[in-house]
């Protein structure tokens, strides 16, 4: 059975493998001195809509079905929009 969520401290970094339908959530997540938190929070029809909360910056890499999503994610409250027409992503930091 393949692993959704693989956390990898030493290199600060998430291999979230999305496979489920949106909404799904890992929070309180430990790596390494960050406390992180994952929500697929919906889909737009566009894209699916990402939170990320973290207490200190980390690289953070999404698979989807189709595009893998790539990003270092700084500290605090972040939402990104995984696009499916264009295979980027649009970010905001709140």
């Known amino acids: 059975m393949e ?23 890992h929070r309180g997540l430990a790596l390494g001195e960050a406390v992180v938190s994952l929500a697929a929070e919906a889909d737009t029809g566009g894209g699916i809509v990402v939170t990320v909360e973290t207490t200190h910056p980390f690289h953070l890499e999404i698979e989807g079905e189709f595009a893998t999503f790539v990003e ?4 605090g ?9 264009d295979r980027t992503d649009v970010r905001t930091v709140e």
Not at 3 to 25: D, G
Not at 72 to 75: N, R, S, Y
């Open 3 to 25: 692993r959704t969520l693989e956390l990898i401290p030493a290199e600060r970094r998430i291999v979230w493998r999305l496979r489920e339908a949106p909404p799904v959530a």
């Open 72 to 75: 270092q994610v700084p500290a």
């Open 77 to 85: 409250r972040t939402r990104y929009l995984l696009t499916y027409l």
